[in-house]
């Protein structure tokens, strides 16, 4: 098991996976970038608020896939 850290939001965080590093790096970046686009358009949400409609953003990306 891989761990890396990361920085979400300006978050320091510990990540374990099985994927690599860049992999786990990728995604961080990823996440990071989306909150940071949900945080500029709607700088009034909280950092939670700005965090779950981030992940139903992702979410809806992924079952779009389908």
Known sequence: MNRVSVK?????YQIAGEKNEAEIVKVAKYIDGELKNISKAAPSL?????????????????????
């Open 8 to 12: 979400i939001d300006g978050v320091d």
């Open 46 to 66: 909280s950092k939670t608020s700005a965090a779950i409609l981030t992940s139903v953003n992702i979410a809806d990306k992924l079952f779009d896939r389908d």
